[in-house]
């Protein structure tokens, strides 16, 4: 296991770097007005024989180390570095206006993608690509439902209070708040900070960003994570992204994830000696 | 590990306020050798909450006049004579080195992560994440983590990581962590004290009252240290309802240098106007076109 996720570590550093490479190198074949890519669809989650593990409290147990399970396989499949939103309804239901700009980053601004910097990749990204193929755990008790992502070392603690999103708070995360719902776990996701990006194809949001993510365990280590996006400034609509998620073998352990721009500035990073003054550990 | 920005200066000095004056009204009990913690389902000793480190030790743990904003700190060293280091010759050079080159030298300014003991003594609030089986440690400080596996799992050797390899186990009420793999990449405090990549900390964590935790750290670096040496720092929990964690990147910038985000601050974390931002990529794409 620990083997797997350096070899995965290495995988997803090399993709980071290439995804913008790539994306440009497409862009003198693919024209302006590009067709949009079509994603990775992935099934609704069977429903899996086997009762349920549960806390004191009553509340399906959702700790351990979990990957959703689009899988390295789909994911090089997809071309690696160019890595469709799987689970997502694409194309995305932009505004023409918006539309224009996702194109814009797409074709010439590959390299403002922020995981490419290092920034946290934001809800519900932070769930599809990097834990196809990093884990993330999570650490429950009666208040707080925690997830601790591999990915970035990135981190978040979800108090289910029954507490209302903070004012005057904009974050990369945004803020989350979760009750239950039944079996489901719903997480309410605000407060974001306008910048992230969906993917590595310059789908964005903006700071109007509003997810509701629903983790509905479907057996003994299979959930059914659905996340419902809305931003009525970029999307005419909502949509909502679907992944099964799979719960690995209890004696499996985070490897630490680290990500460092290493930069000096915007311009290395397009050059080939620009990799070479990143660092990834 | 970060030189506080005024915002952070100013929320520094609010929270040894709100400290003050909860001691003064009594809200923090004094230790008491029988205190016993609450506990989970399966008999641990709570430590769940968000506690601080008390003091400006994060800038020198030997100790340091009031300069510079700060206030003065006495050495958190407890173990030997005079309060400081027991640095072999060659690494006392190497540390008055780093004295100089801090600016610029310290590996905060790469916006590393803290490491251990460094990320404890932060002047940032960490939360423990706790249930029957897990232990984490999740600090505001550049978003990092650390997950106590428990001992029975042998350490990830052979791999250095920035907040090391953390295994921990139950000594009656003190939490005991072994940290390993810690690697040469970090600094324990900003006045450039420093460890090899044979950096070996033992960690102890206790309740002392509701509000009080005791936390110790001893740090073993033959390559470093002529012998092993213990900081001591007392702990305090944040009694705040509705206290969280907030978001924190640090991130080196264009010029260079480390700047953190604050999420309280939409313009500096933005960088720049997002709508602006927008308008200009329109304009662009229209040229674009116009060209075509």
């Keep these: 296991m620990k083997n797997t996720l350096i070899v995965a570590a290495a995988l997803v550093a090399c993709c980071n770097w290439a995804a913008p490479l790539s ?24 429903e899996v024989a086997g009762e349920i593990p549960r806390l004191p409290d009553g509340h399906p147990n959702l700790q351990g180390l979990w990957h959703n399970d689009v899988g390295v396989e789909a994911l090089r499949k ?204 | 590990m970060n030189k506080p920005t005024a915002t952070m200066r100013l929320a520094w000095r609010l929270s040894l306020l709100s400290f003050a004056l909860a001691y003064i009204s009594g809200a923090a009990t004094p230790a008491h050798p029988d205190y016993a913690p609450p506990r989970l389902s399966d008999g641990t000793p709570d430590f769940r909450g968000i506690w601080q480190a008390r003091g400006t030790a994060y800038a020198n743990i030997e100790g340091h006049p009031a300069e510079n904003g700060l206030s003065a700190s006495k050495s958190v060293v407890i173990d030997t004579p ?43 609030p960490f939360q423990i994440v706790q249930s029957p089986g897990n232990f984490a440690f999740v600090y505001t400080d550049n978003h990092s983590y650390r997950l106590v596996e428990p001992d029975a799992l042998p350490h990830d ?49 206790r309740r002392l009252s509701a509000d009080t935790m005791l936390y110790e750290a001893r740090m073993e670096d033959p390559k470093t240290y002529a012998h092993p040496f213990t900081i001591r720092q007392m702990l305090y929990r944040d009694t705040r309802p509705g206290a969280r964690i907030t978001e924190d990147e640090c991130l080196e910038g264009s010029d260079g240098r480390w700047h953190h985000l604050s999420p309280y601050d939409q313009k500096a974390l933005l960088g720049h106007d997002y709508k602006a931002e927008l308008a200009a990529e329109s304009k662009a794409l229209a040229a674009a076109a116009a060209k075509q």
């Design chain 1, 23 to 46: 994306a440009q190198s497409q862009s003198q074949s693919r024209p302006a007005a590009s067709t949009p890519p079509t994603g990775i669809t992935v099934p609704s989650a069977p």
């Design chain 1, 78 to 281: 997809a071309g690696l570095g160019d890595i469709h939103s799987p689970g997502t309804p694409l194309p995305f239901p932009y505004f023409p206006e918006t539309d224009k700009i996702r194109e814009y980053r797409e074709l010439h601004d590959p390299y403002h993608d922020p995981e490419a910097h290092c920034h946290v990749p934001g809800v519900p990204r932070v769930i599809e690509q990097p834990s196809s193929i990093m884990p993330f755990r999570i650490i429950q008790d009666e208040k707080y439902v925690t997830i601790l992502f591999e990915y970035v070392h990135d981190v978040r603690i979800i108090p289910e209070d029954g507490s209302a999103h903070p004012k005057h708070y904009w974050a990369w995360d945004g803020d989350s708040r979760g009750h239950w719902e039944g079996d489901t776990f719903v997480v309410d996701v605000a407060n974001f900070n306008g910048r992230s990006w969906l993917d590595m194809d310059g789908n964005f949001v903006d700071e109007n960003e509003h997810v509701v993510e629903r983790f509905k365990m479907t057996g003994p280590n299979s959930i059914a994570y659905d996340a419902t996006v809305e931003d009525p400034t970029v999307f005419t609509r909502p949509w909502t992204m679907h992944l099964n998620l799979r719960r690995n073998p209890a004696k499996d352990q985070i490897v630490y994830y680290d990500c460092h721009e290493g930069e000096r500035d915007v311009e290395h990073y397009t050059r080939s000696e620009g990799n070479a003054a990143s660092k990834h550990e």
């Design chain 2, 82 to 124: 005079d309060g400081k280091i027991p640095y072999l010759p060659e690494a006392r050079k190497q540390r008055e080195q780093n004295f100089r080159d801090r600016a610029t030298a310290d590996p905060g300014a790469n916006c590393f992560q803290a490491g251990v003991p460094r990320a404890v003594l932060l002047p940032t």
């Design chain 2, 157 to 205: 050797d052979g791999i250095d990581f920035f907040m090391g390899d953390s295994r921990g186990h139950w000594e009656g009420d003190t939490l005991v962590v072994d940290v390993t793999d810690l690697g040469d990449q970090t600094w324990l405090d900003e006045a450039g004290n420093f460890h090899s990549d044979q950096l070996h900390v033992v960690e102890r964590y």
